[in-house]
């Protein structure tokens, strides 16, 4: 079968013939004629099997009688990445230049202002990531009313990334009379549920069983400690005859971290991850596109849909946690009908995350020995605990440091107050410091007559009371810092405090002496 057999316009066979393809892969071959006829599609597929131009080619024959109207694309294709969305832009280019459809790509990290130029001047087909559309329709730059083709690429991981809410926003958007393709490498329970909301009696297509790798990759595990990680790495490189690579890792410190450790050793390697600058990330996927960068260390952002001619192998640093992200890592290798070879390096710990992958791909990764890095279980299995340890350590000094440390402090903080109510013995060694009665002055000039202790209880000494506290005698200071605390808590309690006048006159008990003298007078009736 041809292309030509596929109903295909001429400016797009003759596009087609200048990339240098003249036979259709399946799904393109099984996609092409229903995207023609209008139909929705659901296509699962392996990747690296050509997905993108089995929706990209009947695409530009279909909208190639219309005309564009600002702000008003006819086509949405919805990517998850930026670089797939770059990536499906740059096919639209190869297999449209005979066409004179127009094309805008909205992706993060580009200014907004051009991106707002090409949406003015009006576009045919809009190539977009979830959140940037969203943006530019809530700045009432897009209006997606005039929607007739809606495609969603690399649907899984549109659902893996979170995406969910925005592409149902996105939907609600749309005209409820379009066509829907569905176009992804794998097929979750998950992908069936979202496919039920937008897709209407949609053909689908499969061409192979879901999550198999193809047989052009030779596929190799290595049994290493996690601690030879790296040594292991630079060894298989320097043995295998690596054109190109790429090397992924689950996190983005250690893609930086790998990459830094390549270079030091002499590798021509460069880094890729989603935290970087998007003028970067462009500028360095580039140059590993043209050959000027040998080695390329990645994120997963690097695992779906990255085509790169001629990628001769794919080294997995860390095993994925979720299975089918190994099969779009090693998918970037062995495609267009090429070998590729892909070697996972495998710790102690990591025996149940390759566990998951097997049971999806239904097949054994062969075991390679790698000369100098035998695998030991006892040591990776030291090494592991080694390593929960140290989580745990740095998990128990975060605790502290959250809740544990100010409590600690707080203890410690109480146990001094305690100490310092404690009378030390060179304090009761001392005799009390007495000051001189010229050193204090009287308030009152003249002697005031004090009451014994049984009618009435000595006046506070206000003058004491105005002094600064520096400038009371010691005995005083000591006296009252020898308070019981319960004492000094009760005069202060507002609602168990007594009242002043308690200070100055003793409490009245019964009539006693104090009885008015009225009414001791005798009565006139009494009389």
């Given at each position: 079968?041809?292309?030509?057999?596929?109903?295909?316009?001429?400016?797009?066979?003759k596009?087609?013939?200048?990339?240098?393809?003249?036979?259709p892969?399946?799904?393109?071959?099984?996609?092409?004629?229903?995207?023609?006829?209008?139909?929705?599609?659901l296509?699962?597929?392996?990747?690296?099997?050509?997905?993108?131009?089995?929706?990209?080619?009947?695409?530009?024959?279909i909208l190639?009688?219309?005309?564009a109207?600002?702000?008003?694309?006819?086509?949405?294709?919805?990517?998850?990445?930026?670089?797939?969305?770059?990536?499906?832009?740059?096919s639209?280019?190869?297999?449209?230049?005979?066409?004179p459809?127009?094309?805008?790509?909205?992706?993060?990290?580009?200014?907004?202002?051009?991106?707002?130029?090409?949406l003015?001047?009006?576009?045919?087909?809009?190539?977009?990531?979830?959140?940037?559309?969203?943006?530019?329709?809530?700045?009432?730059?897009?209006?997606?009313?005039?929607?007739?083709?809606?495609?969603?690429?690399?649907?899984?991981?549109?659902?893996?990334m979170?995406?969910?809410?925005?592409?149902?926003?996105?939907?609600?958007?749309?005209?409820?009379?379009?066509?829907?393709?569905f176009?992804s490498?794998?097929?979750?329970?998950?992908?069936?549920?979202?496919?039920?909301?937008?897709?209407?009696?949609?053909?689908?297509?499969?061409?192979?069983?879901?999550a198999?790798?193809a047989?052009?990759?030779a596929?190799?595990?290595?049994?290493?400690?996690?601690?030879?990680?790296?040594?292991?790495?630079?060894t298989?490189?320097?043995?295998?005859d690596?054109?190109?690579?790429?090397?992924?890792?689950?996190?983005?410190?250690?893609?930086?971290?790998?990459?830094?450790?390549?270079?030091?050793?002499?590798?021509?390697?460069?880094?890729?991850?989603?935290?970087?600058d998007?003028?970067?990330?462009?500028?360095?996927?580039?140059?590993?596109?043209?050959?000027?960068?040998?080695?390329?260390?990645?994120?997963?952002?690097?695992?779906?849909?990255?085509?790169?001619q001629?990628?001769?192998?794919?080294?997995?640093?860390?095993?994925?946690?979720?299975?089918?992200?190994?099969?779009?890592r090693?998918?970037?290798?062995?495609?267009?009908?090429?070998?590729?070879?892909a070697?996972?390096?495998?710790?102690?710990?990591?025996?149940?995350?390759?566990?998951?992958?097997?049971r999806?791909i239904?097949?054994?990764?062969?075991?390679?020995?790698?000369?100098?890095?035998?695998?030991e279980?006892?040591?990776?299995?030291?090494?592991?605990?080694d390593?929960?340890?140290?989580?745990?350590?740095?998990?128990?000094?975060?605790?502290?440091?959250?809740?544990?440390?100010?409590?600690?402090?707080?203890?410690?903080?109480?146990?001094a107050?305690?100490?310092?109510?404690e009378?030390?013995?060179?304090?009761?060694?001392m005799?009390?410091a007495?000051?001189?009665?010229?050193?204090?002055?009287?308030p009152?000039?003249?002697?005031?007559?004090?009451?014994?202790?049984?009618?009435?209880?000595?006046?506070r000494?206000?003058?004491?009371?105005?002094r600064?506290?520096?400038?009371?005698?010691?005995?005083?200071?000591?006296?009252?810092?020898?308070?019981?605390?319960?004492?000094r808590?009760?005069?202060?309690?507002?609602?168990?405090r007594?009242?002043?006048?308690?200070?100055r006159?003793?409490?009245?008990?019964g009539?006693?002496?104090?009885?008015?003298?009225?009414?001791?007078?005798?009565?006139?009736?009494?009389?």
């Amino acid at each position: 079968m041809d292309f030509e057999s596929l109903g295909l316009s001429e400016p797009v066979l003759k596009a087609v013939a200048d990339a240098g393809y003249s036979t259709p892969t399946p799904i393109q071959a099984q996609a092409i004629p229903i995207v023609l006829m209008g139909r929705d599609v659901l296509g699962t597929a392996q990747t690296g099997t050509g997905k993108t131009a089995g929706f990209t080619l009947p695409l530009i024959d279909i909208l190639a009688g219309g005309r564009a109207r600002a702000r008003m694309p006819r086509a949405l294709i919805l990517e998850p990445t930026r670089e797939l969305a770059d990536q499906v832009a740059q096919s639209f280019d190869k297999y449209g230049k005979n066409s004179p459809l127009s094309m805008a790509l909205l992706i993060g990290g580009v200014n907004y202002t051009e991106q707002e130029k090409l949406l003015d001047r009006g576009v045919d087909v809009l190539i977009a990531t979830p959140g940037r559309l969203i943006d530019h329709f809530e700045r009432g730059k897009v209006m997606l009313t005039g929607v007739q083709i809606f495609v969603i690429d690399e649907a899984d991981r549109m659902l893996d990334m979170g995406f969910m809410p925005d592409i149902e926003r996105i939907g609600k958007m749309l005209p409820p009379l379009r066509q829907t393709l569905f176009f992804s490498a794998t097929m979750a329970a998950d992908m069936r549920k979202l496919a039920d909301k937008f897709l209407s009696n949609p053909k689908e297509i499969e061409v192979a069983r879901q999550a198999t790798t193809a047989e052009s990759i030779a596929q190799f595990q290595i049994q290493v400690s996690h601690r030879l990680k790296r040594e292991a790495l630079r060894t298989l490189i320097r043995n295998e005859d690596v054109k190109n690579a790429i090397i992924f890792c689950n996190r983005k410190r250690d893609v930086d971290i790998l990459a830094k450790s390549l270079i030091r050793h002499g590798f021509d390697a460069a880094a890729l991850h989603g935290d970087m600058d998007q003028s970067v990330r462009t500028a360095t996927l580039e140059k590993f596109k043209k050959g000027e960068i040998g080695i390329l260390v990645a994120s997963d952002v690097a695992a779906r849909g990255l085509d790169v001619q001629g990628l001769t192998h794919v080294f997995n640093f860390d095993v994925p946690t979720h299975p089918e992200d190994y099969v779009h890592r090693i998918g970037r290798t062995g495609r267009a009908g090429m070998n590729g070879r892909a070697f996972t390096l495998v710790a102690g710990e990591d025996g149940k995350y390759l566990q998951q992958i097997t049971r999806l791909i239904q097949r054994d990764i062969p075991v390679m020995e790698l000369q100098g890095f035998t695998h030991e279980e006892g040591d990776a299995a030291a090494t592991a605990a080694d390593e929960r340890a140290e989580r745990g350590d740095r998990k128990e000094g975060r605790g502290r440091g959250r809740g544990g440390r100010g409590r600690d402090r707080e203890g410690d903080r109480n146990r001094a107050r305690d100490r310092s109510r404690e009378p030390r013995a060179s304090d009761a060694s001392m005799e009390p410091a007495v000051a001189s009665p010229a050193s204090i002055e009287q308030p009152m000039a003249e002697p005031v007559e004090v009451a014994s202790q049984e009618e009435r209880k000595p006046r506070r000494d206000r003058s004491r009371r105005d002094r600064p506290q520096q400038d009371r005698p010691r005995q005083e200071r000591s006296e009252q810092q020898d308070q019981p605390r319960e004492a000094r808590r009760d005069r202060n309690d507002r609602g168990g405090r007594r009242d002043h006048r308690e200070d100055r006159e003793p409490p009245v008990i019964g009539m006693g002496d104090h009885v008015p003298e009225f009414l001791l007078r005798p009565s006139r009736r009494a009389s």
